[in-house]
T-cell receptor
Framework: NAGVTQTPKFRILKIGQSMTLQCTQD?????MYWYRQDPGMGLKLIYY???????DKGEVPNGYNVSRSTTEDFPLRLELAAPSQTSVYFC?????????????????FGPGTRLTVL | GESVGLHLPTLSVQEGDNSIINCAYS??????FIWYKQESGKGPQFIID?????DKRQGQRVTVLLNKTVKHLSLQIAATQPGDSAVYFC????????????FGEGTQLTVNP
């Protein structure tokens, strides 16, 4: 299994441009997530999805959109790029939120997309 | 609002020593606490988790301790190796908040040979 893959690895955008960050997982996971990580900081949840056709906002959804037409893919869309969106973006997936009595289902992360908006 | 935070931003240890990374949390309703390791240029990697009704959980060379009285979480790494050098994040999950993980800001662990 390739796990969680993200494209592109790097991108530079001008203010006002738009782009889509791609995320694909081949583990047949129902749950998928998008996070952003600013320098020296922890990850913040942008959007998540519990299955195809279902998405929900996370902690910092403004300026982003998502869709989930298939189990495998969870693209993140930036419509009008702003310098505040300069960050590293991570996509993750998990089988379910809670697995059993003592453990939750771990989230598997992709390698990230480094985005700079100038 | 509720947050998960770390006491120290950096930790430097000698190879072979034990490492202890600490985390303070404020949301007493959290159901799970998770430790992630992030190497430079990579995504976070799951290390170990602990449910809120447990005090201790052990994995391979790692132990997580949870003190709910003082809302403190720690990750102990035994016989630290150079490959352990990374940023370590604690995160919390509350079942009623959906699938959201709330991450702390991270501790940079450096292992000196």
């Amino acid at each position: 299994n390739a796990g969680v893959t993200q494209t592109p690895k790097f991108r530079i955008l001008k203010i006002g441009q738009s782009m889509t960050l791609q995320c694909t997982q081949d583990m047949n996971h129902n749950y998928m997530y998008w996070y952003r990580q600013d320098p020296g900081m922890g990850l913040k949840l942008i959007y998540y999805s519990v299955g195809a056709g279902i998405t929900d906002k996370g902690e910092v959804p403004n300026g982003y959109n998502v869709s989930r037409s298939t189990t495998e893919d969870f693209p993140l869309r930036l419509e009008l790029a702003a310098p505040s969106q300069t960050s590293v973006y991570f996509c993750a997936s998990s089988r379910d939120r809670i697995r059993g009595v003592s453990s939750y289902n771990e989230q598997f992360f992709g390698p990230g997309t480094r985005l700079t908006v100038l | 609002g509720e947050s998960v935070g770390l006491h120290l931003p950096t930790l430097s240890v000698q190879e072979g020593d034990n490492s202890i990374i600490n985390c303070a949390y404020s949301n007493s309703a959290s159901d799970y606490f998770i430790w992630y390791k992030q190497e430079s240029g990579k995504g976070p990697q799951f290390i170990i988790d602990i449910r809120s009704n447990m005090d201790k959980r052990q994995g391979q060379r790692v132990t997580v301790l949870l003190n709910k009285t003082v809302k403190h979480l720690s990750l102990q790494i035994a016989a630290t190796q150079p490959g352990d050098s990374a940023v370590y994040f604690c995160a919390e999950l509350q079942k009623t908040s959906g699938s959201r993980l709330t991450f702390g800001e991270g501790t940079q662990l450096t292992v000196n040979p």
